[in-house]
């Protein structure tokens, strides 16, 4: 196996949580101690949330943290546009790849296959990196989901992110959809990012991590929209004390 990579969402998904509102002092202190845990990787805001948002991660970006910077993005021009402006090395822009949030939101298949090159080729002169998320991927139909995530591939995408939107997988769920996407997309690095709401974000997010997805969302404590999402502290120790494998965080510093 690969070793797992961590990105951590505190900063975006995390603020997300219920009558969460952090300042920018805040920030500041949570970047700094994922700094000092080792995380090689942040989705450190939404800059389409205006103003105030950009100026607080171009802050943060600009204060020499060791770790790489995203910004998230819907599937828009004028989002990935802000995100440019807030200075993150990468930016990651969200699909919705079920047939149900597709219609929640007036879309249709060709639509996102067509949005997915346009705004790849838009946002790449951009960043130093591009990533997508399927979103509410656990509700998607297999193949759509296949076809969608070798078409991020071939189109350029950095890494695809599988996102249990609604936080209905189970482990075993969860290790059949990773599989089935790895036996048509070999080598692009696939994320998961699961959510609580049936009390399985963690074991979902090993599940994952064992069925070929080695990049993992998660958050400090496990923070997080409704239930929240996986704790980074929980992945990284369980991966440790359950898979035999280590991270390269220094969890040490969780205490």
């Known amino acids: 196996m690969n070793s797992p ?17 952090f300042s920018l002092q805040e920030k500041i202190r949570i970047a700094a101690l994922l700094n000092g845990a080792g995380v090689p990787e942040i989705e450190i805001g939404t800059p389409a949330m205006g103003e105030k948002e950009i100026q607080d991660i171009r802050t943060i970006c600009d204060m020499g943290f060791d770790f790489k910077t995203l910004s998230w993005c819907r599937a828009t021009r004028s989002d990935i546009r802000s995100a440019s ?24 298949p060709t639509w996102v296959f067509q949005q997915l090159k346009e705004l790849i080729d838009f946002s790449t002169p951009m960043f130093g990196y591009v990533t997508i998320g399927a979103q509410d991927a656990s509700r998607a139909d297999t193949a759509f989901l296949k076809e969608f995530v070798c078409a991020a591939s071939a189109f350029g ?43 399985m974000a963690t074991a979902n997010t090993l599940a994952a991590y064992m069925a070929g997805a080695t990049c993992l969302s998660t958050t400090i404590n ?7 999402n996986a704790a980074m502290e929980e992945v990284a120790m369980a991966l440790e004390l359950s898979v035999g494998v280590s991270s390269t965080l220094r969890t040490e510093s969780f205490s």
């Open 157 to 199: 995408a950095s890494r695809v992110r599988l996102a249990d939107t609604v936080g209905l997988l189970n482990p075993v769920s969860t290790y059949e959809m990773v599989s089935s996407i790895r036996g048509v997309e070999k080598d692009l690095p696939l994320e998961i990012h699961a959510h609580n709401d049936l009390g």
């Open 222 to 228: 496990g923070l997080g929209e409704r239930a929240g």
């Open 85 to 108: 402006l807030a200075g993150t090395d990468g930016v990651h822009i969200s699909f919705p790849v079920s047939i149900l949030l597709m219609s929640a939101m007036g879309k249709n």
């Open 5 to 21: 990579y961590f990105i951590d969402t505190t900063l975006r998904d995390g603020e997300q949580s219920p009558g969460v509102v």
